[in-house]
């Protein structure tokens, strides 16, 4: 790792040698009140729009306006199999097998319907191993998930707490906990970054921890997708969702992600709720009622998908594939290191940095917990033209995105932190 500096002329350096530096102009970057560009650290929260999403929609808007219903099939990009047209592309995201992947519903939905297959408790084996600060919506589906079995919640779902004092939940604890509890543990349910401290969780050790003791390991990877580089088929995971409006730049509120692995995909005995689409395609107009799945993860979908969602996400996988995840992660180790360098270097005592200083514990983002009036700071960064987010009850997250973050915005950041 190089040696990094404070100085102003540092930070252009770093932009003049970035092999990725030309990806920041293929994105809207927010503007201030005065036409200047805003420091933009909140992709982990909403990616940017890429310039590319209009000729997209238009092309659908174009075959709406002139095809209408023969759009289905006559369609410059045919709406009937288009979902099938992003399929590639979202497996080499997260590393599993083009029939292992499927973009469809929202992550909160596909979680539901991925744990009707995976999450089917009995009296011996019942219990959910979860992070204590998990999203709120991982804990609402959770929960309901247990109700929904009739089971007790405060017997059947297990939080995983960091130590007193830390911050980061420690393997060796995830680990030791698994092999004491994993006999009446159904379900690990992990994400794969936590939102909140921006820990990253090694889920092929977590995964291999699970099967040990015949539980099954399931990830969110709402923070994970489109900033880690992963290997879910590898690693033997068993399911996953995500959704693709924050690193994966997909567009406010767009349609989800899920991955079920290979081994499991033919399974007939696992419970499935069923729709249409996801249907044996060459039987599907027959209209009969007799349910054929198809031999891969679309066999999870429920309904014909948002072919204009899906389009402004085919624009960003374009511009994925392009870059590669392998080159974006090495630049956004470089990133968040330089911005964790710059941070410590102003020894501020308010400011704790509580994402782990492990580059393989952690991916874009870094959470700074601040010990006085943090909200205010947050406020008067925002004021400046900086948009980074607030976690009550003191954390101000900011994430450098290497697709279109720069590392002239992490020193400016930084300056005005
Ligand atoms: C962003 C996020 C969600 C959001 O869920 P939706 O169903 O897309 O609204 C859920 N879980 C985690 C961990 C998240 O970071």
Same mark, same amino acid.
């Given at each position: 790792m190089i040696k990094f500096s404070s100085s102003r002329s540092f930070c252009k350096e770093l932009d003049g040698n970035d092999a990725l530096r030309k990806f920041r102009d293929k994105f809207f970057i927010p503007k201030q009140p005065g036409g200047e560009e805003a420091v933009y650290l909140a992709g982990n929260s909403l990616g940017l729009?890429?310039?590319s999403v209009i000729k997209y929609l238009e092309q659908e808007l174009k075959d709406w306006e002139n095809l209408a219903v023969e759009g289905h099939i006559?369609?410059?990009?045919?709406?009937l199999p288009y979902h099938e047209f992003l399929t590639d592309q979202t497996s080499r995201i997260i590393g599993a097998k083009p029939e292992e992947v499927v973009n469809m519903n929202s992550l909160t939905a596909n979680l539901h319907l991925l744990f009707v297959s995976f999450y089917r408790p009995?009296?011996?084996?019942?219990?959910?191993?979860?992070?204590?600060?998990?999203?709120?919506?991982?804990?609402?589906?959770?929960?309901?998930?247990?109700?929904?079995h009739g089971f007790d919640v405060s017997k059947s779902l297990v939080e995983m707490?960091?130590?007193?004092?830390e911050d980061k939940i420690r393997k060796e604890d995830i680990e030791e906990y698994i092999d004491k509890e994993g006999d009446s543990t159904a379900l690990v349910w992990f994400g794969g970054v936590n939102y909140y401290t921006g820990q990253a969780f090694d889920m092929k050790r977590i995964t291999?921890?699970?099967?040990?003791?015949?539980?099954?390991a399931g990830f969110d990877l709402a923070h994970a997708a489109g900033n880690l580089e992963m290997n879910l088929h590898d690693w033997n995971t068993d399911f996953a969702v995500w959704c693709n409006y924050k690193y994966m730049n997909g567009g406010p509120g767009t349609i989800g992600g899920a991955f079920v692995h290979e081994k499991h995909i033919k399974d007939k005995t696992l419970p499935k709720f069923l729709g249409w689409w996801g249907h044996d395609k060459k039987t599907r107009? &027959?209209?009969?009622? @007799?349910? +054929?799945?198809i031999p891969t993860a679309e066999s999870w979908q429920l309904s014909n998908p948002p072919i204009l969602q899906?389009?402004?996400?085919?624009?960003?996988?374009?511009?994925?594939?392009?870059?590669?995840?392998? &080159?974006?992660?090495? @630049?956004? +180790?470089m990133l968040t290191s330089y911005l964790e360098f710059l941070i410590k270097e102003k020894r501020n005592p308010d400011i704790e940095i509580i994402t782990p200083e492990e580059e393989n514990e952690r991916g874009c983002q870094l959470s &700074?917990?601040?010990? @006085?009036?943090?909200?205010?700071?947050?406020e008067k960064l925002i004021g400046k033209g900086v948009f980074c987010d607030w976690r009550e009850p003191d954390v101000i997250r900011a994430a450098p995105v290497p697709l279109y973050n720069s590392f002239e915005d992490v020193w400016k950041f930084s300056e005005m932190l």
């Amino acid at each position: 790792m190089i040696k990094f500096s404070s100085s102003r002329s540092f930070c252009k350096e770093l932009d003049g040698n970035d092999a990725l530096r030309k990806f920041r102009d293929k994105f809207f970057i927010p503007k201030q009140p005065g036409g200047e560009e805003a420091v933009y650290l909140a992709g982990n929260s909403l990616g940017l729009q890429p310039k590319s999403v209009i000729k997209y929609l238009e092309q659908e808007l174009k075959d709406w306006e002139n095809l209408a219903v023969e759009g289905h099939i006559h369609a410059k990009n045919p709406w009937l199999p288009y979902h099938e047209f992003l399929t590639d592309q979202t497996s080499r995201i997260i590393g599993a097998k083009p029939e292992e992947v499927v973009n469809m519903n929202s992550l909160t939905a596909n979680l539901h319907l991925l744990f009707v297959s995976f999450y089917r408790p009995d009296s011996k084996r019942h219990k959910i191993l979860i992070e204590a600060n998990a999203f709120p919506s991982d804990h609402y589906a959770v929960q309901s998930q247990i109700k929904f079995h009739g089971f007790d919640v405060s017997k059947s779902l297990v939080e995983m707490k960091p130590r007193d004092g830390e911050d980061k939940i420690r393997k060796e604890d995830i680990e030791e906990y698994i092999d004491k509890e994993g006999d009446s543990t159904a379900l690990v349910w992990f994400g794969g970054v936590n939102y909140y401290t921006g820990q990253a969780f090694d889920m092929k050790r977590i995964t291999e921890a699970a099967h040990l003791k015949g539980c099954i390991a399931g990830f969110d990877l709402a923070h994970a997708a489109g900033n880690l580089e992963m290997n879910l088929h590898d690693w033997n995971t068993d399911f996953a969702v995500w959704c693709n409006y924050k690193y994966m730049n997909g567009g406010p509120g767009t349609i989800g992600g899920a991955f079920v692995h290979e081994k499991h995909i033919k399974d007939k005995t696992l419970p499935k709720f069923l729709g249409w689409w996801g249907h044996d395609k060459k039987t599907r107009f &027959l209209m009969d009622h @007799k349910y +054929i799945p198809i031999p891969t993860a679309e066999s999870w979908q429920l309904s014909n998908p948002p072919i204009l969602q899906l389009a402004a996400l085919k624009a960003s996988l374009d511009i994925f594939d392009e870059a590669g995840i392998k &080159l974006l992660r090495r @630049k956004s +180790i470089m990133l968040t290191s330089y911005l964790e360098f710059l941070i410590k270097e102003k020894r501020n005592p308010d400011i704790e940095i509580i994402t782990p200083e492990e580059e393989n514990e952690r991916g874009c983002q870094l959470s &700074l917990r601040v010990k @006085k009036e943090g909200k205010k700071l947050y406020e008067k960064l925002i004021g400046k033209g900086v948009f980074c987010d607030w976690r009550e009850p003191d954390v101000i997250r900011a994430a450098p995105v290497p697709l279109y973050n720069s590392f002239e915005d992490v020193w400016k950041f930084s300056e005005m932190l």
